[in-house]
């Protein structure tokens, strides 16, 4: 079963910077894309950010563009999110995800939230 534990949500003032890292285990990491997606209250999950298995291409939504940077290391089987200028609107979970060739898999997700 694939395993998707996400880490380093917390809270954090508007401006601020976190780091979000989601490790990967039991199935081949550095052959599969992965992504994060972000939930708010009341609102649909939402595509935030996606990288290429090999972590030569990757795309944000345009709301994070210039903010977010998404990363990989393929030795450590781990994906990172690191955000900067955070704004309130950025608050929800985020949560990795992986497109196997049969399913996807989500994470557990964590809690972000921009607050002063």
């Known amino acids: 079963q694939v395993h998707l534990v996400e880490s380093g949500g917390g809270l954090v003032q508007p401006g601020g910077s976190l780091r979000l890292s989601c490790a990967a285990s039991?199935?081949?990491?550095?052959?599969?894309?992965m992504s994060w997606y972000r939930q708010a209250p009341g609102k649909e999950r939402e595509l935030v950010a996606a990288?290429?298995?090999?972590?030569?291409?990757?795309n944000y939504a345009e709301s994070v563009k210039g903010r977010f940077t998404i990363s990989r290391d393929n030795a450590k089987n781990t994906v990172y999110l690191q955000m900067n200028s955070l704004k309130p609107e950025d608050t929800a979970v985020y949560y990795c995800?992986?497109?196997?060739?049969?399913?996807?898999?989500w994470g557990q997700g964590t809690q972000v939230t921009v607050s002063s």
């Open positions: 995800r992986v497109q196997l060739v049969y399913r996807g898999y």
């Open positions: 039991r199935f081949t990491f550095s052959s599969y894309a």
């Open positions: 990288i290429t298995a090999a972590g030569g291409s990757s």
